[in-house]
Nanobody, 126 residues
Framework: QVQLVESGGGLVQAGGSLRLSCAAS????????MTWVRQAPGKGLEWVSD????????YYTPSVRGRFTASRDNANNTLYLQMNSLKPEDTAVYYC???????????????????RGQGTQVTVSS
């Protein structure tokens, strides 16, 4: 079965960095685009980033563009999110999610995933 396990979250001061990882199993990882979404306390799910199956095309929500970088290691079925210059408003539970359509190069903006991990907490203090 599909499994997505996030790690790498934690508490960091504003301006700091964190690198999230998402270990994927149970499906052909290299065939699917992947998505990062987040949920801040008391708010709904917010799309953060998409990366296509090959890793060469990425999309970001405007609030993180230039600060966050999504990447993937298809040989090891792992997705990453490098987060730099973190702000208190980045505080959220971060989830990785699998696109339901194989080989899509178009952004999902969080509307097209079929599986999601359990999440990892990121807390940015001011």
């Amino acid at each position: 079965q599909v499994q997505l396990v996030e790690s790498g979250g934690g508490l960091v001061q504003a301006g700091g960095s964190l690198r999230l990882s998402c270990a994927a199993s149970g499906f052909a990882f290299s065939s699917f685009a992947m998505t990062w979404v987040r949920q801040a306390p008391g708010k709904g799910l917010e799309w953060v980033s998409d990366i296509n199956s090959g890793g060469g095309i990425t999309y970001y929500t405007p609030s993180v563009r230039g600060r966050f970088t999504a990447s993937r290691d298809n040989a090891n079925n792992t997705l990453y999110l490098q987060m730099n210059s973190l702000k208190p408003e980045d505080t959220a539970v971060y989830y990785c999610a699998k696109d339901r359509i194989p080989y899509s190069d178009y952004p999902s903006r969080g509307t097209r995933f079929d599986y999601r991990g359990q999440g990892t907490q990121v807390t940015v203090s001011s």
